[in-house]
């Protein structure tokens, strides 16, 4: 109270203040979080898209033949093969629970990949003779149909 008898309106109103920032912050946070999980859930339905064409290309090469294709998405995710035995392979990446015990082809942006952006696959996949690790960029690759496996070779 003042002076004169009356209740002091500043602490009230800095009460006030604080709980209104408090929740603008909130209101913030939330929309980081939503925002956070739709352009991941993006991300994700780009690599599976991408994944999806860059089978579709492998599958059509001919027995004894090779193809050259452009991969370009998404750019810096890593291309991975997986054998039916490991769940980790030789470069760290993480095979997808639901992909134990299968062949596999994942798209991977950190050593965890997504199970949606992974596929089974029975032929295998190697990279001038090892098992597949490729990181995605703006790159021709030339994918030679060796019948047992695909040996994919990138172009200088």
């Given at each position: 109270m003042n002076k004169r008898g009356q209740e002091d309106p500043t602490g009230t109103n800095i009460v006030k203040l604080?709980?209104?920032?408090?929740?603008i912050v909130m209101i913030l946070v939330v929309i980081g979080i939503a925002l956070r999980a739709y352009f991941s859930d993006i991300s994700i339905e780009k690599a599976s898209s991408s994944l999806d064409t860059?089978?579709?290309?492998?599958?059509?090469?001919?027995?004894?033949?090779?193809?050259?294709?452009t991969l370009m998405n998404p750019q810096g995710w890593y291309l991975v093969y997986f054998n039916e035995n490991d769940n980790i392979n030789l470069g760290g990446f993480e095979k997808p629970e639901?992909?134990?015990?299968?062949?596999?082809?994942?798209?991977?942006?950190?050593?965890?990949?997504?199970?949606k952006a992974c596929k089974e696959f029975q032929?295998?996949?190697?990279?001038?003779?090892?098992?597949?690790?490729l990181r995605i960029q703006i790159i021709d690759v030339e994918i030679f149909n060796k019948v047992e496996y695909y040996d994919f070779v990138v172009q200088k």
């Amino acid at each position: 109270m003042n002076k004169r008898g009356q209740e002091d309106p500043t602490g009230t109103n800095i009460v006030k203040l604080v709980i209104a920032i408090l929740g603008i912050v909130m209101i913030l946070v939330v929309i980081g979080i939503a925002l956070r999980a739709y352009f991941s859930d993006i991300s994700i339905e780009k690599a599976s898209s991408s994944l999806d064409t860059i089978l579709t290309d492998i599958s059509n090469v001919p027995a004894g033949e090779s193809k050259t294709i452009t991969l370009m998405n998404p750019q810096g995710w890593y291309l991975v093969y997986f054998n039916e035995n490991d769940n980790i392979n030789l470069g760290g990446f993480e095979k997808p629970e639901n992909m134990f015990g299968k062949k596999a082809v994942c798209v991977c942006k950190t050593s965890k990949c997504d199970p949606k952006a992974c596929k089974e696959f029975q032929t295998q996949l190697k990279l001038n003779g090892s098992p597949l690790i490729l990181r995605i960029q703006i790159i021709d690759v030339e994918i030679f149909n060796k019948v047992e496996y695909y040996d994919f070779v990138v172009q200088k």
